[in-house]
């Protein structure tokens, strides 16, 4: 699909599969979470723009660049977007975060959006929105249609894991949001789980089941 990377790496490979363990705790699960979302994160900046400045080294002088252009703001769709957010900041220091809550109703997998909350200046700023699993595709489809009834009109989508269910949507309604994930999986389950996954990503970051 032409809107999306699939960040293709051994390293990011190899902490997704001990993502995806089951016998994986919640402090390890956190940590590598915060990980891949730093890699995503940087893949998504690769077209940042940059000016260029006279910088003196020690030895030389030289020609410095620093990053110019609209600022960015971090949107995690709560709960599980909320472990992407470090590893986000760690490329991006100076981000603003806004907040989304959305939670899936378990038996029509319709999300419900409960809380939003966002930085002042939104509309003028690139949006990374994180949240680490797409399934169905609708919480991410929710959450960027808010962002645009606040104006957003730059947004990107970081994900860890997502489903061909939700590029399906988020192509027909926001194919302008270039997306970012690490893994694409097989299929969603009866239960609107990804296939194979890594189960509830909420439930496992914070240790709730
Ligand atoms: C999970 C996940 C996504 C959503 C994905 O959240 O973090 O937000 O499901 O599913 P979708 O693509 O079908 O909408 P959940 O509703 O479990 O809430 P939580 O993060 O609070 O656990
Ligand atoms: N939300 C999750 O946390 N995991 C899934 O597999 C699907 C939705």
């Given at each position: 699909m032409k809107n999306v990377t699939v960040l293709d790496h051994p390293v990011i490979k190899h902490k997704i599969?001990?993502?995806?363990?089951?016998?994986t705790g919640?402090?390890?699960?956190?940590?590598?979470?915060?990980?891949i979302a730093m890699m995503l994160a940087y893949e998504a900046t690769k077209d940042l723009e940059l000016e260029e400045y006279d910088v003196e080294t020690p030895v030389a002088k030289t020609t410095g660049y620093r990053l110019?252009?609209?600022?960015?703001?971090?949107?995690?769709?709560?709960?599980?977007?909320?472990?992407?957010?470090?590893?986000?900041?760690?490329?991006?220091?100076?981000?603003?975060?806004?907040?989304?809550?959305?939670?899936?109703?378990?038996?029509?997998?319709?999300?419900?959006?409960?809380?939003?909350?966002?930085?002042?200046?939104?509309?003028?700023?690139?949006?990374?929105v994180v949240d680490p699993m797409l399934a169905t595709g609708g919480s991410a489809c929710d959450a960027i249609d808010r962002l645009k009834e606040y104006g957003c009109k730059s947004i990107k989508l970081l994900s860890i894991i997502a489903?061909?269910?939700?590029?399906?949507?988020?192509?027909?309604?926001?194919?302008?949001?270039?997306?970012?994930?690490?893994?694409?999986?097989?299929?969603?389950?009866?239960?609107?789980?990804?296939?194979?996954g890594l189960g509830d990503a909420g439930d496992r970051l914070f240790g709730t089941k």
């Open positions: 599969s001990i993502l995806r363990d089951k016998n919640s402090n390890e699960f956190r940590s590598l979470v915060t990980e110019t252009g609209k600022k960015i703001g971090i949107v995690p769709i709560l709960r599980a977007g909320l472990g992407m957010v470090d590893g986000v900041l760690e490329v991006l220091p100076a981000a603003k975060i806004g907040h989304i809550g959305m939670y899936r109703n378990e038996e029509t997998l319709q999300p419900v959006e409960y809380y939003c909350k966002l930085p002042s200046d939104v509309e003028n700023r690139d949006i990374l489903a061909p269910e939700a590029f399906k949507l988020l192509e027909e309604k926001h194919p302008d949001v270039k997306i970012y994930i690490s893994q694409l999986d097989e299929r969603l389950n009866e239960n609107g789980y990804i296939v194979p």
